[in-house]
């Protein structure tokens, strides 16, 4: 079973930057993976998506220009580099197997526990 651990949220000032890992587990079988996102208040959406050969890319539009999906196989890590942050991007960040581009949330698994993300001055 494919196991996903997100890490590297936190607090940071409008306009700084992140990035974020997801550190994967029984990898090799699955085609993408993806990062999503759920704001107080708001429903789960994705964010980006990367198959594991890096040569499918998607991005929602709210973040296009701003943030950079990549993957390391050799780590079993995809990552999101999160750059000009906005106080609208403030979520907690999720990852996990995903068709991509996205068919809404539609996962493969289940969702972990996340990375909280906070942009505030």
């Known amino acids: 079973q494919l196991q996903l651990v997100e890490s590297g949220g936190g607090l940071v000032q409008p306009g700084g930057s992140l990035r974020l890992s997801c550190a994967a587990s029984g990898f090799t079988p699955y085609y993408a993976i993806g990062w999503f996102r759920q704001a107080p208040g708001k429903e789960r959406e994705g964010v980006s998506c990367?198959?594991?050969?890096?040569?499918?890319?998607n991005y929602a539009d709210s973040v296009k220009g701003r943030f950079t999906i990549s993957i390391n196989n050799a780590k079993n890590t995809v990552y999101l580099q999160m750059n000009s942050l906005k106080p609208e991007d403030a979520a907690v960040y999720y990852c996990?197997?995903?068709?991509?581009?996205?068919?809404?949330?539609?996962?493969?698994?289940?969702w972990g526990q996340g990375t909280q993300v906070t942009v505030s001055s």
């Open positions: 996990a197997a995903a068709p991509c581009p996205f068919i809404a949330t539609t996962i493969f698994g289940s």
């Open positions: 990367i198959s594991t050969s890096g040569s499918n890319i």
